[in-house]
């Protein structure tokens, strides 16, 4: 199926230096450019890069009445970007944005309700294969032109000329989990896949992730309640969807469907790949396990990350693979409120004890942190309150390794540079390329939630405004902590 013109971006570019609020912006820029005055809210801001400078970005909005996908882009490295976002859904309920890229060529698939009088989201995807100048006409995921069934979570990655797509459908009764993909940059794609095999509609299984390589590889994890509780299954392909292993159980160590495992990240090289989750079979709290692959299998048991005691709760991993060594962090209530942890994994050996890097702000929490690695860099960003006594407001905050993971700077650095504390910063989307942390992320400074983004050297903070500094550099009792210090 050769994509067909619909939209077509003309590049007005925009350099981001205010929020029309009067409010100070600094480095950040504003890249929905909806009308702050009519009360838009955007929601999960996704974003990929092309190597070369070009920076690929996707959310939705209610600009125009219901929730839409929106594009913008940068060709500059985030120094300018449009002046206008460009609608991709179109004028139908969207949702659940997210984008991959190859090089100039960016995916962008979704759910909308445009198919059937019944109102169901069905998933699409759109492609452009000239750097977002244009799209191709949205394809629909599955025949479900009546709008019957339910289509939920789709997600996507792409490398070389492959593209992968996955996401969670109720054709069958409960849900199950389904796979297609292109080899040909997303002109066509393979039939859709029922990765639950003889077991659909038997059992419900959603929540999929999916990672790939440049060779047609690819993996899709999700949660699957088939013997009880809420087990991690795993399928491979290895010939870009032309068939997929059967589905696999990866979270052992405990009996099929006496725990619940939730909240799947990996990352994949082809060779290597790492799933974490956080899982209940401490019996009290919640614990981060993992597996990995290697040589063609399996660890036979998963690994406890956290290795915390009985009715704490270590949660949300994300992990990133540098060679045969995963390194994962997560958010855990060991030290009284949340704090972001690190630690390695190779071969199933961990390595040393758990790294706090949000240290320093006993009251504050640390959430939902990301990791990526590049150029022997890791960077981990999360969710911060320390800046805001009551807790309902927070900022982004980064730490990184230049050792692999040996050894982290001291003191984190803030990646937004509004006043501290002063509103939410939410749901970052992070790359690391060339010496550079790129972040985009919902933000609240304008009294609507709206898209920004920053770019900033690894090792640099935000610039914040004048006399004010980007960060309490000491510890913060109950009585001060969120004031300048």
Sequence with gaps: MRPSVRYSVVLLLLVGCGDGMGRFDASDTRIDTANIYFDPDSAGARICTDGVGGIYAAWTDDRDGPDSVWFNRSHDGGTTWMTDAVLISGGWDAREPDIACSGSDVHIVWTDTRDGELQHPNGYVASSLDGGTTFSEPMLLERDTSGRFLTLQPRISAGGSFVHITWMNNRYGAYDVFALSSADRGTSFTQPENLTGSARGAAWSGNPTIASDTLGNAVVAWEDTGAGGSDIHTAFTADAGQSWTGAQRIDTGVEPG???????AMDFDGTELT???HDSRKGTGWGVFANQWSGGQWLPEAINIDQGV??????????TVVGSTAHVVWHDDRYGSMKVLYRSLTGGVLGMAPVQL???HSLAHGLYPQIQSSDGALVVVWEDTRMDGSGTNNDLFYDLSD????????????????????TFALDPSIVVEAGELLTAWV????????IYFNRLALGEAAHTPEGTPAEPTDEVSSETEGEWQ
């Design 275 to 277: 799933v974490v989750w």
């Design 310 to 319: 009985p009715g704490n709760d270590a949660m949300s991993p994300t992990v």
């Design 443 to 450: 933000d609240g400074r304008n009294e609507t939630a709206d």
């Design 258 to 264: 006496l725990s619940d495992a939730h909240n799947i």
């Design 358 to 360: 949000n240290g320093g």
């Design 403 to 422: 050792d692999g993971g040996m050894t982290w700077r001291e003191v984190d650095l803030r990646i937004n540079s509004n006043r501290g504390g002063s």
